[in-house]
């Protein structure tokens, strides 16, 4: 990340004279490439025709012209022909056969200037469709990019728009949660309009061969949308990204994102299919009840009860009319003058009117009579009977009923409610289900109840206060409990991160004692090279040593004075650190700690990861890389002293 920010504009790309493919100097090769360079290859610019060669030294290996520069040379020219000399190479390995890829090629004419395009790079398909691809490293204009997007718009040609790499600032660099280096950055107005556009925003480095793709958030879930706020950078090899006939430039970056806006989209279809599902069964519903109602209308007008013409005055009298009808005619019923016969009177919680009566058409003192008389004063003590055979009798008695299930339920369990409170009947609290649970007869008006209504209030409101109390300190209990466990918890995290630091200031109070540490001072003074010395990492406490010994031990054995590529896996490392007597601490693995230290010196351009293991991940392989600065500090550096003989119970140095 910090090779690719750091605004390097060395011209790395040359042009083959006999064949015309760009050519590019990796770090490294400027010695081996000269003589090749001055005789074969040409300047990139056009119409130069000027010797180059090649040079390193303190700078970035890179082309320049020994004869001087016989055209104007600003940095930002070379960087934007390397990246279009890069792109057209990549993208012509990249494309199927039949395809073509031209660079600098004239694609269109612009309408209102006349004057016509030219794409930096232009791949034309098989099927003749065409892909441009722009580089910007100049301040390009917003409202010049519109026109020109606009052209390309009305020709139906796709273009991807790079962002070079000198137009990003660089704000700060993370690790993502997947160990994958990425950096806050703030866009040029250029690029923000490309993001307020909805495209995808990379950006090129032709020195370094990589693709960036900028991100609205650190999980790179989402295309940037507020781009006057930090976004997101993440780095891809262009060797990783594939050519694509609409997006042009498909990176492994984008892939995540695409994943993620096609999850999204996944979501809202389910999302919009759910509520037409739940709008076409609340439609289904509505029909229902509307063709219930309907054929009740009918029913009902078929039996003179209800007529469509009736006011809410026409209501009230008909319901009028029809309890004193219904009155009259208990009156009149024999079962009434046998309940006088055996009662003397109606008891007053019989000829009580409850709330729910209208659930039943009929007079409510004659179907509580009814009711009580069958299923609670017949019955012997004891004796059960269950809500679904009050429903069965009042059929047979042709009694009936409201047309809708919950009045129905309502004044019949209500009334067997009523008959509880009074002492007659017990429905029992383990009853959840009152059309088949059993209901228990507790009295009759033979044996009448032993407690009154008022003394059974007063009872369950004294058992539901003791029960309140009871739950009360129950919760108290489990609270009083909780804190316990929390406090006991934290107190053993206090004991674990004071252990974790004593041990830690032990293992640097050892390691300041040893002489490993004083070998390396005498090796490299006081510039202990910071690759040993780096305080970070995550894991590096969970190895038995304090982080710059054993880092150390890595150093020296895979990086110090070894000779550009030589190899080593992650297992080598962890041999390594075990030879030396470095062990992870109980319940951890030096593996992590290990992969963290190397991924630094990755970072530090030390190492690389060998490309065709990357697949495999498991036991990754590492090369050792040729670094002219620190070849430079090696040259500085005094040899390395013989060992002196080892006396009897010391132990040598490592180095």
Avoid at 281 to 287: I, M, N, P, S, V
Wanted: aromatic share 8%.
């Amino acid at each position: 990340m910090r090779e690719f920010l750091d605004r390097e504009k060395a011209q790395v790309w040359a042009v083959d004279r006999a064949s015309r493919e760009p050519r590019y100097i990796d770090v490294g090769l400027a010695d081996a490439l000269r003589e090749t360079a001055r005789s074969e290859w040409r300047c990139p610019f056009p119409g130069c025709d000027s010797v180059i060669s090649t040079r390193g030294g303190s700078k970035r290996d890179h082309f320049w012209h020994p004869n001087g520069t016989p055209h104007v040379s600003d940095g930002e020219s070379e960087a934007h022909l390397g990246a279009k000399a890069m792109l057209a190479a990549w993208a012509a390995l990249q494309a199927p056969g039949g395809a073509a890829v031209e660079e600098e090629m004239v694609s269109l004419k612009e309408p209102s200037t006349a004057l016509y395009r030219r794409a930096d790079v232009m791949v034309t398909w098989p099927d003749r469709a065409k892909t441009a691809f722009e580089v910007e490293y100049k301040n390009f204009l917003v409202a010049d990019w519109e026109r020109k997007q606009a052209d390309y718009d009305r020709e139906k040609v796709a273009c991807v728009w790079l962002l070079g790499h000198t137009r990003l600032r660089h704000r700060e660099t993370f690790t993502s949660d997947e160990g994958v280096e990425i950096a806050a950055v703030r866009l040029s107005p250029l690029a923000g309009a490309w993001a307020d556009a909805g495209r995808y925003v990379l950006v090129v480095n032709p020195v370094t061969r990589q693709i960036g793709t900028i991100a609205g958030d650190r999980a790179f879930t989402c295309r940037p949308n507020d781009w006057h706020d930090d976004v997101w950078l993440r780095l891809d090899a262009l060797d990783d990204c594939d050519l694509d006939h609409r997006l042009g430039i498909v990176t492994p970056a984008m892939r995540l994102i695409l994943a993620a806006e096609a999850e999204q989209v996944r979501l809202a279809n389910e999302e919009r299919r759910r509520a037409v599902e739940r709008a076409e069964a609340q439609r289904l519903r509505d029909g229902e009840a509307a063709r219930l109602h309907e054929e009740y209308a009918r029913q009902a007008a078929e039996r003179g009860l209800v007529s469509q013409s009736f006011t809410p005055a026409d209501r009230d009298q008909y319901r009028l009319r029809k309890r004193r009808e219904r009155a009259e005619a208990w009156t009149k019923d024999p079962f009434r003058q046998r309940c006088l016969d055996r009662w003397g009177r109606v008891p007053g919680f019989l000829a009580e009117e409850l709330d729910g009566d209208h659930g039943v058409w009929a007079s409510h003192e004659r179907w509580h009579c009814l009711v009580f008389a069958h299923f609670v004063d017949s019955k012997p003590i004891g004796s059960t009977f269950k809500v679904r055979e009050v429903y069965q009798m009042l059929a047979r008695a042709q009694i009936e009923l409201h047309h809708q299930g919950r009045f129905r339920a309502a004044a019949i369990q209500g009334f067997i409610a009523h008959l509880e409170y009074h002492g007659y009947v017990d429905i029992g609290a383990e009853v959840t289900d009152h059309m088949y649970g059993d209901i228990t007869v507790l009295a009759t008006t033979r044996q009448p109840p032993t407690i009154s209504p008022r003394q059974r209030e007063t009872a369950s409101a004294r058992e539901k206060e003791q029960r309140r109390q009871e739950q009360a300190r129950v919760e108290a209990r489990r609270a009083r409990e909780r804190r316990a466990a929390a406090d006991a918890a934290e107190r053993e995290r206090i004991a674990q991160r004071e252990a974790a630091d004593k041990a830690a200031a032990e293992r640097e109070r050892r390691w300041h004692l040893s002489a490993d540490y004083d070998a390396l001072r005498v090796l490299f003074g006081k510039d202990i090279p910071a690759a040993i010395t780096w305080p970070g990492g995550l894991h590096a406490n969970e190895v038995d040593a304090y982080r710059a010994q054993w880092r150390m031990h890595v150093y020296m054995t895979h990086i110090y004075r070894m000779p550009s590529g030589s190899r080593f896996t992650l297992s080598d490392v962890v041999e390594t650190l075990a030879r030396h007597g470095v062990h992870a601490i109980p319940a951890h693995t030096p593996a992590e700690a290990v992969r963290e230290y190397v991924a630094n010196l990755m970072s530090r351009g030390y190492l690389e990861r060998v490309a065709d293991d990357i697949v495999k991940g498991e036991n990754p392989v590492f090369t050792v890389i040729e670094d002219h600065a620190r070849q430079e500090t090696r040259l500085r550096l005094p040899a390395p002293r013989s060992a002196p003989p080892e006396s009897p119970g010391q132990t040598a140095p490592l180095f």
